[in-house]
């Protein structure tokens, strides 16, 4: 499968600063990678999904001027979560799609806490 | 509306079996996925089924009933390393995954 890399593994910041999560897919060429959200106790929530070349597609009542998706090329897609507050805390974990059964191969996620 | 139902959490033996169940009403159906996470980590894969039937994998098993919506993940010869969430998950005729909340396994000595 798909070997999927993100960073930072975690980041502490303070309310109203902007935090980027990267995203890479190190062995496949994904057109395609998925942002989720989790928060604790909970199943994953897709925020979005980052096409290359193109704009994101968001979900129902996902700001798209506060998490911002940028896919810049094929192995790399960013998360911005701008002036991010202590509800945004929270674990990010992106994906990439693949094979014919269009299995998720998982990124490590990234553990955000804002002060 | 499109739905995954799956128990809360469930506790079992080290060494016994568990059946987690889940049913699910999607738009269209393309797959079931079932995946383990562990607390502060990502989800990682452990089964698909698309036919009716079952798919045995070493300890782990998963079955699946389209006529039913109907799925279950079955765990043999459980260790304590096997405590973790099982989510599952169903894909719908856009091939998006409908996450189900997860069903967290406590395995006892």
């Known amino acids: 499968g798909a070997v999927v890399s993100q960073h930072p593994s975690r980041v502490i910041c303070k309310s109203g600063t902007s935090v980027k999560i990267e995203c890479r897919s190190l062995d496949f060429q994904a057109t395609t990678m998925f942002w989720y959200r989790q928060f604790p106790k909970q199943s994953l929530m897709l925020m979005a999904t980052?096409?290359?070349?193109?704009?994101?597609?968001?979900e129902q009542g996902v700001e798209k001027d506060k998490f911002l998706i940028n896919h810049a090329s094929l192995t790399l897609s960013t998360l911005t979560v701008t002036s991010a507050h202590p509800e945004d805390s929270s674990f990010y974990i992106c994906s990439v799609a693949g094979g014919d059964r269009n299995e998720q191969f998982f990124g490590p996620g990234t553990r955000l806490t804002v002060l | 509306g499109q739905n995954i139902d799956q128990p809360t959490e469930m506790t079992a033996t080290e060494g016994a079996i568990v059946q987690i169940n889940c049913t699910y009403q999607?738009?269209?159906?393309?797959?079931l996925f079932w995946y383990q996470q562990h607390a502060g980590e990502a989800p990682t894969f452990l089964s698909y089924n698309v036919l009716d039937g079952l798919e045995e994998k070493g300890r782990f098993s998963s079955f699946l009933s389209r006529s039913k919506g109907y799925s279950y993940l079955l765990l043999k010869e459980l260790q304590m390393k096997d405590s973790a969430s099982y989510l599952c998950a169903a894909l719908d005729s856009n091939y998006q995954l409908i996450w189900g909340a997860g069903t967290k396994l406590i395995i006892k000595p």
């Open positions: 980052s096409n290359e070349g193109s704009k994101a597609t968001y």
């Open positions: 999607t738009s269209g159906f393309n797959g």
